[in-house]
């Protein structure tokens, strides 16, 4: 087994111990229509960077994510994702549609105790895994994220995410309705660019 393949694995068994080939497209706003043809009532967005801490997986590892997740006034979610991981040389894609997205408060985490609550500005959102280079995780699984909006301007407090976590369809749905914060063993972590959620 490779190692870098051996980092999704784990991803996948810390989840169990608690198709286009272009990138996710750019942020949606309120208003906008989707395919539904309903308008957007709440969305969420980002295109970020982030690095692991070595404690995690024993060595740092390079994840680059865009996505966007939109709730229509209808009901319908609609939304894309694009995912890389990268170790020793190696990067595994998955590209996929967002098929659940829930904005939650995000409670002062454990890793960050200098971040105050916040209301409506973390966006717990997962989907179908509709491409993947990784045989392990193949298309057809599930992958999920929470990513959080701490605001913007040089005195705000880092945007964060977790890693990413990977099972089936009632998994992905259970990990987006639960108001759970994040689970510490997935992160978050602060990241490069910018998240935004919209309540």
Known sequence: MRSARLISVLGAALVAACSSDTPAG?????????????????????????????????IPVDNRLTFDASRHEDGSLSGRFNYEQGAFGERFIFR????CFQIHDTPVLQDWPDIPATSANRAKWGGLIEYSNDPT??????????????????????????????????ANEAFCASVAPPNPLFGPHPVSGNIQVRP
């Open 26 to 58: 750019g942020p949606t706003g309120a208003g906008d229509l989707g395919l539904s043809g309903s308008p957007v009532v709440e969305s969420a967005s980002g295109g970020y960077h982030f690095t692991t801490d070595p404690r995690f997986f024993g």
């Open 96 to 99: 996929g549609s967002v098929t």
């Open 137 to 170: 995780l193949p298309a057809g699984g599930y992958i999920w994220f929470n990513s959080i909006d701490n605001g913007e301007g040089a005195g705000a407090p880092p945007d964060l995410s977790s890693i990413s976590g990977f099972g089936n369809e009632a």
